[in-house]
């Protein structure tokens, strides 16, 4: 057996033992749908634009036109993007009966996609549009429709000005959703971490988190993370590799 099969028995097991499983999801959990992620060597989205330029409250509210065209273009991707065999595989656990809920930074909306439940997205979504002056939620078609006219997008009822539904840069991040992740924590026995780098918070603050209240930690990242030696099993791979034949190992030891 090699050392990477070795690891995918290990975390079935893990799995196959556990009661309460909690699963937190970064940007390389999209990677293979097609969505560049931030830090990716060569590929992550850092190295072709700035993220707080186009992606932070204040240079969107100065040059609302300049952002537009960026967040229309990276828009594109992940609008018409499926979810991969690792979302997938994260529903076929939760149908086992061993995946409580999803904590994620990712506004791509793919574990709704792949119809997974029970989800807390820290960062909101790009789904949907946001009122800046009156909160008031619409679909994010209305935004996208008169952005690619070259209007500066509006709110119906108020003439405020809209903004995709997830965090920017300078934005605070929603109590309700910490709130939301503190509550599927509780009696939390593992937790399982998909491709973050976890260097953004509030993610990396969840891994020590579990750890202290007394849970496991594993780690399927390409890159190494500095969590990683806390880890009862770290697999250094693409996930769409390794996590859906975890899943088959339970899937085959439950059924
Ligand atoms: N898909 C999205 O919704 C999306 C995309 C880009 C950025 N973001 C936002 O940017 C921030 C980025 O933080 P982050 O820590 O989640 O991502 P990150 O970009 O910091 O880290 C992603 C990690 O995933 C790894 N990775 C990439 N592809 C992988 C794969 N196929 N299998 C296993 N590992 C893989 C990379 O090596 C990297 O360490 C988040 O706050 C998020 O809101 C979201
Ligand atoms: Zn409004």
């Not at 506004?107 to 029970?118: E, G, S, V, Y």
């Not at 603050?205 to 880890?231: H, V």
Request: with cysteine.
């Amino acid at each position: 057996m090699s050392e990477i099969e070795e690891k995918i028995e290990r975390l079935a097991r893990l799995i196959l033992e556990s009661k309460n499983i909690v699963v937190l999801t970064g940007a390389g959990m999209s990677t293979e749908s097609g969505i560049a992620d931030f830090r990716s060597p060569s590929t992550g989205l850092w190295e072709k634009v700035d993220p707080y330029e186009f992606a932070s409250i204040d240079s969107y509210r100065a040059h609302p036109a300049k952002n537009l065209e960026v967040m229309l273009e990276t828009g594109r991707a992940i609008f018409s993007a499926r979810p991969n065999k690792g979302h997938k595989a994260l529903t076929r656990l939760q149908k086992l009966g061993k995946l409580k809920g999803i904590l994620t930074q990712n506004i791509d909306r793919l574990h709704h996609k792949a119809k997974t439940q029970n989800i807390v997205e820290f960062h909101g979504n790009v789904m949907e549009a946001k009122c800046l002056q009156c909160r008031r939620i619409f679909p994010i078609t209305d935004m996208v429709n008169q952005a690619l006219q070259g209007k500066v997008p509006i709110c119906e009822v108020c003439n405020g000005m809209l903004k995709p539904n997830a965090i920017f840069f300078g934005e605070p991040l929603e109590l309700d959703k910490l709130a939301a992740a503190d509550d599927m924590l509780v009696d939390c026995d593992l937790l399982v971490v998909l491709g973050s780098s976890l260097v953004v918070y509030p993610v990396a603050w969840y891994p020590q988190k579990a750890l202290s209240m007394g849970a496991k930690l594993a780690i399927i990242n390409i890159q190494e993370t500095d969590m990683d030696s806390l880890a009862e099993v770290v697999i250094h791979e693409k996930i769409g590799n390794v996590f859906p034949k975890v899943v088959s190992i339970v899937e085959e030891k439950i059924n």
